[in-house]
Nanobody
Framework: QVQLVESGGGLAHLGGSLRLSCEASLSEFSLYNMAWYRQGPGKERELVAINVRGGPTDYSESVEGRFTMSRDNTKNTVSLQMNSLKPEDTAVYYC???????????WGQGTQVTVSS
């Protein structure tokens, strides 16, 4: 059974940092595009960062320069280092694994990030 398990959410103050992790029980992990999404209160789910099969990572404009996504294909993990946090970063953050080659799309259960001012 495929599982994406996120960890590391919590409460941070304005300007603080948090690090999210996602461990994926996937075979052929390297074939997946891995991404972080978030959904804030009353908002649509939005893409935060995406790494295409170990290549460069793209970020949304709202987090560019503050968030860094990393990927370890040997451990089937991705992480999201979030610095200079703002209240508008408050959201449930989701890990996503998607592969057009395999025809699969998996989501984690989400982890809450709350940033107070």
């Amino acid at each position: 059974q495929v599982q994406l398990v996120e960890s590391g959410g919590g409460l941070a103050h304005l300007g603080g940092s948090l690090r999210l992790s996602c461990e994926a029980s996937l075979s052929e992990f390297s074939l997946y595009n891995m991404a972080w999404y978030r959904q804030g209160p009353g908002k649509e789910r939005e893409l935060v960062a995406i790494n295409v099969r170990g290549g460069p990572t793209d970020y949304s404009e709202s987090v560019e320069g503050r968030f860094t996504m990393s990927r370890d294909n040997t451990k089937n993990t991705v992480s999201l280092q979030m610095n200079s946090l703002k209240p508008e970063d408050t959201a449930v953050y989701y890990c996503n694994a998607r592969s057009a080659i395999i025809g699969a799309d998996y989501w984690g259960q989400g982890t809450q990030v709350t940033v107070s001012s």
